[in-house]
């Protein structure tokens, strides 16, 4: 398997999703293989052992400079940060990255005798190709986020055209949301029949009794929290997020907002939140750690995730997962899965300031979604979403 | 004598609340919060596919054939829609009424759940319902049928009082325990509180209460051969026809059987294309030649000449609602008993400022669709959505119910006096905090934690 990220060290759905899949696959008794770029000067020791199974699963590490959901610019930044030298081992720009990446990850691999080669988003693909035809074996691309996701259809023709061959060539696709098929139908033009749908997972629960106690108002003039977690893109629609907080705080000053995540757009967000006169009731909370996140959900009175464009949205099961009740942009995988949420266009930000005064003026809608939505968690777990994912193999090698 | 077979049909139509704001909660007087668009054509287009051609049959089936009779309830939002909506809808039922053979059946004007939330409020809008029925269609109607079938031994207890002599009830297994739904059957007889026993023969809309009450009983699993499985393919009885029908509905022998459904059953829930109408055109034929005749619900009560009936002992209230035939479709979560009780809580606001378009605004936001809407009974993560509804999602109806809420709220709070009297207040609290705050000061505690004074 060509991953990213065990375990998982960055904000975002990509590194936990693999982890949480492979843990999934490993409990179904299939042995994996995991190849992940490596930045070599990084913290090399920091292999944490998080569950026994874990030493079942064999990690071949690749030097590379790439992370998940990379870009040109973003690499071109990080690359001139290191020294010439041991950037020349890394690739000079993302597309050599990719090409470094590749080379080095077949050559390592060529021992290795899988039954199936499975690559996690568009970097992997040619190494996962290259690995497949090699052993001639099939191929399974997963797809957590396409470019024009990242870049609300506005794509690097190089990156995309990347990724729709890669979609040709595999066996089999696997889609995180079916909202992600379509667009791999329409605007990728790959047929429907090879690819699945296998939703994330969580392995979070939900606990009642652990969970914060609704605001009451004998617990004191407590300001209500409306949160935005994720990267600071144009994918995420932390924008839209600004727009609905205005509307918000026109309605109700003593609504407060935080923003937690980084990415290029915080200089322009907090440009944009002065001029919206929301500099008293909002907090950019910087890029924050798991822990930290799960604090954050259980303060906020509701969770807002307006992305433009989101395959899954993991960061919405987090937020149910702790009883906080969650606006979900339509155009998200995450809406299929979730049935009590409010769901609204993502352009809409009238509608979804609405939805946010409506949850915090209206305590029983507020406690039903939180006492409701945890449900689907018991039937997302990454073990049941491994089980569709191996039935997959079995097809293929079957046939 | 083979059995009567008694023909009753629903019709109903709410009014959907349109996508309402919070920013125009309390902005005017005049807010509407209708969806008169999407009411108007949702009813046009079920009167184009069900009420006009299903009414244009039963005309020529009740002119071809004199045994023929039927019954039908139309709740009075139904009936206010036609009269803004379809004036020939209206016109075509006018036209059934006329040929004397047709009952028409008393409901709760609003189609609402009041016969569970409020008694008065509950005789107020069968009484109106009543006028309404003998307005359009001049007769009177003797018989009651409650909202989705609602039924109680109290209920009816309470429509006996009110002065019927005839009531409808889903035919449940769990009550008849094996006995057959095809027999008028009686409540068991007890008094209610006196209280409610007076207001009732205060409100009551007809002249005098009855002596006794009988219960007609849907025969389910007949009535759900046509209604559900008709056009069903893998159901064991595809092809339905007309002579198979007839067969199973004297199978079970009895005084009557009581096929009672949505009129909707013609032309919309089964399309036309699924040779519904033809089904329905051919029964009376059949039964004329098998010399079965049709009564309507007062005609299988009147012929029934036994001087007793078995007892229907309904303790717990049911209703004609999804397998579980209780009230969990209109008040089975947290959404839905919240705002059924805020709107009733509204109820003695709005009648005191004696406001008719208020009333019927709040009346109309008692019709059971608004509370069904919110229903998240079957709303499992990611299934097919297994509710009707004009929303996307409960929420949605919740929402906007709230809104609607709120700013009738606002339009009947008293607002003078409550003006006056948070002024009086604001100026007592700021004397109250000013001592608060010395004495918070002395005692040297943070003020959000001081205690605040009872007035």
Redesign the interface.
Known sequence: MFGWEYPPRHLGGLGVACQGLIRGLVNQNVKVTLVLPFAADGSEDQIDILCPQEHHIQKIRVASLLLPYDSAELYAQRIQSIPRETAQIYGADLGHAVHVFTETSVEVTKHLQPDIVHAHDWMTYEAGLRSARHHGKPLVTHIHATELDRTHFHPNEWIYGRERWAFEQADHVIAVSNYTKNILVQHYGINPDKISVVHNGSDETYHADTAPTQITPMSGKKNPMVLFLGRLTIQKGPMHFLEMASMVHRHDPDVQFVIAGDGHMFPSLVHQAVKLGLQDCIVFAGKVSSDEARKLYTQASCFVMPSLSEPFGLVALEAIAQGTPVILSKQSGASEVIGHAFKVDFWDTEKMADCVLTILRETPLASQLTAEAPRVLQRLTWENQADKVVSIYKNLLHS | MPPRICLYFQIHQPYRLR?L???EIGKGKTMDYFDHDKNRSVFRKVAEKCYLPANRLMLSLLQQYPDFQIAYSLSGVFLDQCEEYGQDVLESFQRLAKTGRVEFLAETYYHSLSSIQDTEEFCEQTTLHIRKIEDLFGMTPTVFRNTELIYSNELAQTARLMGFKGILAEGTDHLLQGRSANLPYTPPRFRLPRRKEMLIARHRPLPQRSENISVLLKNYRLSDDVAFRFSDKSWVGFPLNAENFTDWLLGGGGHSVNLFMDYETFGEHQWEDTGIFEFLATLPHIWQERGITCATPSQVINAWKHTDAPVYDAHNVISWADTERDLSAWQG???Q??ALKAIHALGPLVKATGNPDLLRIWRKLQTSDHFYYMC?KY?????VHKYFSPY??P??A??RY??AL?DLKMRVEPVKASRRDASTKNIKTSRRDVSNKQHTAHSNRPK??SPIPNP
Request: include cysteine; glycine fraction near 4%; proline fraction near 0%.
């Open positions: 996508d704001r919070i920013t979560n947290q959404i008993t919240s998240t709303w499992n993560d990611g299934d996307d999602s929420y949605e919740y929402r709230s809104h709120c959000s934690q």
